[in-house]
Each structure stands twice: as structure tokens, then as C-alpha cells.
């Protein structure tokens, strides 16, 4: 029988019952000091059912964050907070992973310490603006990071991954994509460095490959994947030539031989029309399990992974709105609608009362 959603598979070492896997979403709802609630452990509890759940993207330090309610993983009492988690997930017989984030320039003084200025490759100012505890408000020009302080970044990851693993995730994903920071490095609108950070490709991944390296050397590349979205316009991002260059990523990250790589195969959060680009081909230089996201749906789940296109299918809007797809995609059910007003921040409303099928 041809391969389906429903065919188990495993990602480096993490073996998944299914090959549904949960994308990270992001939701604003975490407690004071960014420490994950039983409300968020009942969230990914609900969702258990998935192959694999990736968390929502979670700052890896305080100058990591950019948005309000988000959880972390830099300190004792969010790990306790993420154990409740990754314990609730583990009793269904569930996997989960951490997604390790820095949003570089995507911040504001006033979501960091101090009132710093949000870093970056380049001083380069987004356009659009900044989501606040005071609404939203125009982006800041970001301070050029200096070389020395790259290592510290990388530091920051690492550290990120000790946390991760001592909070009982299965693994960590690197957010790479989306115009953040490991993002922002790779691509020449948002990186004019003129050092060994920016200009040629080598010199643009080399962040990036710096963290896999390290985080490699934390987890073990069984437990470690990468997303990446080459052609997403989101938080003001193009690349002048993004087919070679994310090629030339792929190509690099297949030495570490990671668990998978995720690719947001467009563009996402209505950040504009993405630049044409071959997944196909990105696909095929990368030697690992593939995880492809962005607009799938049962059908177009099932025939990527029949031909051999990805190995795995993350699903993200259908996850918010309906805890149980797994079981609703095998029945061949009707979904429930998910309601983007409660997509980012709020309650339990449009978070955990979503309805299951035999509810
Ligand atoms: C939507 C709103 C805020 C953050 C991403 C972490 O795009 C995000 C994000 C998405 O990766």
C-alpha cells in the first residue's frame, strides 16, 4: 500500500505514530516571565494525537523576544512550566518538540531589557509594525550586532537546548524561517554586512550552520530539525536570488545529518506575493526527512507524501481549530472553522474549547 498520512515514519530519532505533524503556531497566552500554564499543557494535550507537535516559536533570551505572552526556555521556572507539557503530551503518546527562536529586529524596546534596541545583521528598519502590550506600533532600526557578540548568540542557543532537553522535549527545531533572526542573516535584504557574516552565501549561512553545529553537539543531530521559508515576504524579507542560496543551505545542513528539515513552501501571514521557487528541487538536495507546510490539506498531504515529495506534512490552521484532525482526516470528517481573532493572545476562548468529533 502507497504511503499516507497515516503511515508511521520517523524523524531521525523521534518516531512518529502518524505523519501529521503539528506547525508551530504562535498564541501570546504564556504566564508571567514567560512560564508555560496548565492552560497551555491542556492546548498541547489536546493535540497529542498529531505525529509530532513542534511548540509555538519560544524565545531562547530576554533580547529574543518580540511579542507579547510568549513563553521561554532560558529559565528553571519555564522549564517546570514546559515539563507540565511535555508530560501531558508523553501520557497520550504524543511527541514533542521545542522550536529554539530569536526574532532579532521583528521586536521593540519595550518588549526588552532595559528598553534595549532589538539586534540584527544590518541596521536595517522593517516596515510594518511592531505587536506591543500597547498595540502596534512602528518597527525601531535595529542595532547592528557586532561580530563578537555572535558567539554569545550561539551561546544562547545552546543553552536554549540544555533547557529544552531538561524540560523533557524529544528534540528542538532551529527557526530559521520567517524573517527572524537566523533568517535575517541569510537573506541580502535584511543582511548588508560587509564581514564574514554577510555577501557570499557561505558567509550568510554561516550563522545559521554556527548554531546547527552547536545545537548538534547539545542534542544530537537525531534530535535536531530546521525550518526555513526561502520565498515568505513576511516581516519586510527577499532574497535576490533565493533558489541557489537556500540550495546552498540545504546542501551545508545535509553534513549534520538532522533529523529533518521543515520549508514553509510560500509565503505566510499575508506578508505579500512570494517569489516563484522549486521545492521539488530544494527537496532533492537535501539528503534527510523532509516536512513540508503551508496550505496542505488531506488530499494534497496524502499525494506529497505518496510521491515522494515530503515525508511528513505540518499542518498549522487546521491544528488550531481542530485538536483532533487526526482522527477527523482518517473519518473523513467535516473541520471545524478556526476563528483568527483569537488566533494571538486571549483565553481559553479559540485556544482549548475548540470541539472534538465525539465530544
Ligand atoms: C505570527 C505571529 C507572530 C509570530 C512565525 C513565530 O511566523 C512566528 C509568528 C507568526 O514564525
Redesign the pocket.
Known sequence: MALDLFSPVSLGSIALKNRMVMA?L?RNRAGEGGVPQAINAAYYEQRATAGLIITE?TPISTMAHG?PALPGIYTDAQVAGWLKVTDAVHAKGGKIILQL?HVGRISHPSLLPNGALPVAPSAIKPEGKAFTYKGLVDYVEPRALEVSELSGIVADFVHATKYSLAAGFDGVEI?A??G?LLDQFLRDGSNKRTDNYGGSFENRARLLLEVTKAVVAVAGSDKVGIRISPVNP?NDMHDSNPQALFNYVVDELNQFNLAYLHAVEGG??GGGIADPFDFDALRKHFKGAYVANLGYDKVRGNAAIASGHADAIAFGVPFIANPDLVQRYKADAALNEADSKTF?GGSEKGYTDYPFLNA
Open positions: 508551530p504562535t516559536a511579542y527562536w527557526h524561517a520567517n527572524y513576511f505566510i501571514h494571538y
